[in-house]
């Protein structure tokens, strides 16, 4: 099956600066990339996605990136905020495994 | 409000008991899904269902059980048999059958401890 790598599994930024998680995958074949932001307590939130027709994907402070060649996509935050404080995960989905398999997740905390 | 809905929130197994968690969604999604999350890990899959009627052992089914009776649920059993069942459990839906590219929409959890 697929396997996702997530890196770092701690991040800590001062606010306004950016933050950057990457993920690699193993399945060459993978089509869709999806990031979550977990709260304490609660569920998995899609935050933003991409599919691998596309190299780049932005929405408003938040981008994906993907390099399909070198197996690996990154979220980017800019000018971060308290409240982007969270856990996030990256997840693929392979076509021949055809599930979502998940990074193991990234703690980022935003000092004021 | 769609959404998915999960309950107990929290739930207590003792020794030997089967415990059942709830998971409900009025999207009218297709697929369902049980995750296990465990402190530093990602989500691993229990199991999934692409439609009512059928579902799929995931990667670490053993010491679970599932049913699709119905489209809006998805309950999900932990038997005796699962020896670690402490555990954060996560319930996801998406409007695909699963191999297509659609997001998954998760629950709030439901946090099981044994007594």
């Known amino acids: 099956g697929e396997n996702v790598e997530q890196h770092p599994s701690t991040l800590s930024v001062q606010e306004g600066d950016s933050a950057v998680i990457k993920c690699t995958y193993s399945?060459?074949?993978?089509?869709?990339f999806p990031w979550y932001k977990q709260e304490l307590g609660k569920g998995p939130q899609l935050i933003i996605d991409?599919?691998?027709?596309?190299g780049e994907k932005k929405d408003q402070r938040i981008a994906v990136t993907l390099n399909k060649t070198a197996k690996h996509f990154s979220l980017h935050i800019t000018e971060t905020q308290p409240e982007d404080s969270a856990v996030y995960f990256c997840?693929?989905?392979?076509?021949?495994?055809?599930?979502?398999?998940f990074g193991q997740g990234t703690i980022l905390t935003v000092h004021p | 409000d769609g959404g998915i809905t999960q309950s107990p929130k929290y739930l207590f197994r003792k020794e030997g008991q089967n415990v059942t968690l709830s998971c409900e969604q009025n999207?009218?999604?297709?697929?369902m899904y049980w995750y296990r999350q465990d402190p530093g890990q990602g989500l691993r899959l229990i199991y999934y269902?692409?439609?009512?009627?059928?579902?799929q052992k995931g990667d670490i089914a053993e010491g679970y059980s599932v049913s699709r009776e119905k489209k809006e649920s998805f309950p999900l059993t932990v038997t005796s048999a699962q020896k670690n069942p402490t555990a954060f459990y996560l319930c996801?839906?998406?409007?695909?059958?699963?191999?297509?590219?659609?997001?998954?929409?998760f629950g709030d959890g439901t946090r099981l401890s044994i007594l």
């Open positions: 999207l009218n999604h297709d697929a």
């Open positions: 991409i599919r691998s027709n596309v």
């Open positions: 399945d060459s074949a993978s089509n869709y």
């Open positions: 996801a839906s998406s409007p695909d059958r699963v191999n297509g590219n659609q997001p998954q929409h």
């Open positions: 997840a693929a989905k392979g076509f021949r495994y055809g599930k979502l398999t």
């Open positions: 269902s692409q439609i009512v009627n059928d579902f």
